[in-house]
């Protein structure tokens, strides 16, 4: 875990609001495969990460409550009896949405302090949203002993995303933070909103994540078009969600169908059943079927689905210029973020180099690199006074 981090948050905590505060570790993820199926009732396979939030919390004396997010160095005063979204894009509405959440479910909070920083690039499709949403309910639940379990705190982060941020998103983000085991990936039903954890350990081979260091803006409008498109097409098959549908049933009714619109269900119901596919692989210790099945699922996220972007378009195609990379693709929502590959260790440094340079000369910006190990969930870290 990141010390530097932990210790960064307690101290601005302690400056501004002078009490010892509960501190929790919230997790960004990874996914392995599975992308855009989580809303369509389907299957995904993510993991939390040793990168993510961490959120310190206390409760407050004064009749108002204050947001400190540290890495900006902006505080939000703010009032629980009269909230509303704050203007799109701020970073408010991840706090103020949860604790909306909390109200509508009549849970009853005071008065509290928070602060907040993270190690997760923002945009880079690691959920730092996710992270940070659940640690701010899972803070919340503690210091006001409001009994809520795991469980309920995925819905309530993954509902003020819905109402405050504005995206429609699926479960899988806050499901992968809240609910991560160490050295697991989770087969995730997000129908069922259950999950079987799969050790990862691929020996000679390893997961890295480039990031493009670029998000597009009309990342959160197309993905509730997409989001919306995968509806009606349900609708149309009379289906209750995309994942009980063939791609058979889809042909018939093609004719009825934009091409478009055809072409970005056929994606939703191939990268199911890819995810069912790489957790056999998985099991089996067949890495290079692994491989295939994530170049695959880069094929339909960009010209099926058409979710990725120039730059993740690129660093795939360099991937498969080198044969120690069994598979790679675009991770998350798209139009930017991270690419996930897997490949042989001896060859990683080799690599990296590699694709640092054509990147650079290609785009004239940087890509950074990753590594990442797969760590638990949403928890804390540090009891304070109060609780000890
Ligand atoms: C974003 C959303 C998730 C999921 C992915 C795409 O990360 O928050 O719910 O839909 O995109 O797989």
Request: charged share 25%.
């Amino acid at each position: 875990m990141n010390k530097t981090l932990i210790n960064r948050i307690k101290t601005s905590f302690h400056e501004v609001f002078k009490t010892e505060p509960l501190i929790i570790f919230s997790p960004g993820r990874i996914n392995i495969i599975g992308e855009h199926t989580d809303y369509n009732d389907g299957y995904v396979f993510p993991a939390a990460i040793d990168k993510g939030i961490v959120v310190a919390i206390g409760n407050s004396n004064s009749n108002n409550s204050r947001a400190f997010a540290v890495d900006k160095d902006e505080i939000v005063k703010f009032s629980l009896s009269d909230l509303k979204p704050s203007a799109e894009g701020n970073w408010e509405n991840y706090v103020f949405g949860v604790i909306a959440e909390l109200q509508n479910r009549s849970k009853t909070i005071c008065n509290f302090n928070i602060a907040f920083g993270g190690d997760i690039p923002g945009g880079a499709g690691m959920s730092s949203s996710a992270a940070l949403e659940n640690g701010v309910v899972f803070g919340l639940n503690e210091l006001f002993d409001l009994r809520l379990k795991k469980e309920d705190m995925v819905l309530i982060s993954q509902k003020a995303e819905h109402n405050y941020v504005g995206v429609k998103c699926g479960i899988m983000d806050q499901y992968a933070s809240m609910f991560g085991i160490k050295n697991n990936a989770l087969l995730l039903d997000c129908r069922t909103v259950k999950s079987k954890p799969y050790e990862i350990n691929f020996n000679d081979h390893e997961l890295i994540l480039i990031n493009t260091n670029v998000k597009h803006s009309l990342s959160d409008s197309a993905y509730n078009d997409r989001r919306s498109v995968c509806e009606s097409v349900a609708e149309r098959l009379k289906v209750k969600a995309l994942r009980d549908a063939t791609e058979y049933d889809l042909g018939t009714i093609k004719d009825e169908l934009t091409p478009e619109n055809y072409l970005k269900a056929l994606f939703v119901i191939q990268e199911n059943n890819r995810v069912v596919k790489a957790s056999k692989a998985i099991e089996a210790g067949n890495l290079k079927t692994l491989g295939a099945l994530m170049y695959a699922s880069h094929y339909g996220l960009k010209n099926q689905y058409k979710v990725s972007c120039e730059e993740l378009d690129y660093l795939v195609e360099i991937a498969r210029l080198n044969k120690y990379v069994l598979g790679a693709r675009m991770m998350g929502g798209g139009f930017g973020g991270c690419t996930i590959n897997l490949i042989a260790k001896t060859e990683t440094e080799s690599f990296k180099d590699f694709a640092l340079q054509l990147y650079k000369n290609r785009f004239n910006k940087d890509c950074s690199i990753y590594s990442v190990s797969l760590s638990n969930g949403t928890g804390i870290i540090e009891q304070c006074q109060h609780y000890s």
